[in-house]
């Protein structure tokens, strides 16, 4: 059982910024103008509210500059906070760490559409091993969860993270968590979490299986 009472960071660009490798969208969202930025925003949705239905999680600050993906992780019970860097990923992390006044900072993807809460609760409580860890995501290449506890962050998100977050001395972590691992950068990697199931904000807009806690 985890120890700590976690803040949790999660990034989120302007939508039309996002997930720009994100194409084609799936059957039926084509037509719509504003599908893509709909699709970015269920994403972010569905993992805002798994982060919040931890019970090892204190809050959940989004570091945002988008009016739409503020009012709607707000509306689930998130606090936010401008881009103030705005040079960057890693730099928005950082002021989202600060952000929060946490000594325990867990830094989350934000397009993890499948992941359930109790999978985020497992590997922040495997996080109590070291000061800093991560989970890689489902590549092995790339990270979905960066913690840091009495120290800073650190984050070093991009191509080829895992293995900037080892060599800085974070501990990977690996469990039975695959929403967790599973975040969403192209067409293959939305089929991927379709089939895991996802949150309702995806499912609503996909017509996909929710996931299911267990």
Same mark, same amino acid.
Do not use: I, Y
């Given at each position: 059982?985890?120890?700590?009472?976690?803040?949790?960071? /999660?990034?989120?660009?302007?939508?039309?910024?996002?997930?720009?490798?994100?194409?084609? @969208?799936?059957? $039926?969202?084509? #037509?719509?103008?504003?599908?893509?930025?709909? %699709? &970015?925003?269920?994403?972010?949705?569905?993992?805002?509210?798994? !982060?919040?239905?931890?019970?090892?999680?204190?809050?959940?600050?989004?570091? +945002?500059?988008?009016?739409?993906?503020?009012?709607? &992780?707000?509306?689930?019970?998130?606090?936010?906070?401008?881009?103030?860097?705005?040079?960057?990923?890693?730099?928005? %992390?950082?002021?989202?760490?600060?952000?929060? $006044?946490?000594?325990? /900072?867990?830094?989350?993807?934000?397009?993890?559409?499948?992941?359930?809460?109790?999978?985020?609760?497992?590997? %922040?409580?495997?996080?109590?091993?070291?000061?800093?860890?991560? &989970?890689?995501?489902?590549?092995? +290449?790339?990270?979905?969860? %960066?913690?840091?506890?009495?120290?800073?962050?650190?984050?070093?998100?991009?191509?080829?993270?895992?293995?900037?977050? !080892?060599?800085?001395?974070?501990?990977?972590?690996?469990?039975?968590?695959?929403?967790?691992?599973?975040?969403?950068?192209?067409?293959?990697? @939305?089929?991927?979490?379709?089939?895991?199931?996802?949150?309702?904000?995806?499912?609503? @807009?996909?017509?996909?299986?929710?996931?299911?806690? #267990?």
């Amino acid at each position: 059982m985890a120890v700590r009472a976690w803040s949790v960071v /999660v990034p989120a660009k302007r939508l039309p910024l996002a997930k720009s490798r994100l194409t084609p @969208l799936p059957e $039926g969202l084509e #037509g719509p103008p504003d599908a893509h930025d709909r %699709l &970015v925003l269920a994403l972010l949705a569905d993992t805002v509210a798994a !982060a919040l239905a931890s019970p090892a999680v204190a809050g959940v600050l989004v570091v +945002t500059d988008d009016p739409a993906a503020a009012a709607e &992780v707000t509306r689930l019970g998130a606090r936010t906070v401008p881009d103030e860097p705005d040079r960057g990923l890693n730099p928005a %992390l950082e002021h989202g760490a600060r952000a929060t $006044g946490g000594t325990a /900072v867990a830094a989350l993807s934000s397009d993890l559409p499948a992941l359930r809460p109790e999978e985020l609760t497992a590997a %922040l409580a495997a996080a109590e091993a070291a000061p800093r860890c991560f &989970v890689p995501d489902a590549q092995g +290449t790339g990270t979905t969860l %960066l913690t840091a506890a009495g120290t800073g962050l650190s984050p070093a998100f991009g191509a080829g993270s895992a293995r900037r977050h !080892a060599a800085g001395g974070a501990v990977p972590l690996t469990g039975d968590w695959p929403g967790l691992e599973r975040d969403v950068d192209t067409p293959g990697d @939305l089929r991927g979490a379709l089939a895991l199931g996802v949150g309702p904000h995806t499912a609503a @807009l996909l017509g996909g299986a929710t996931r299911a806690s #267990g």
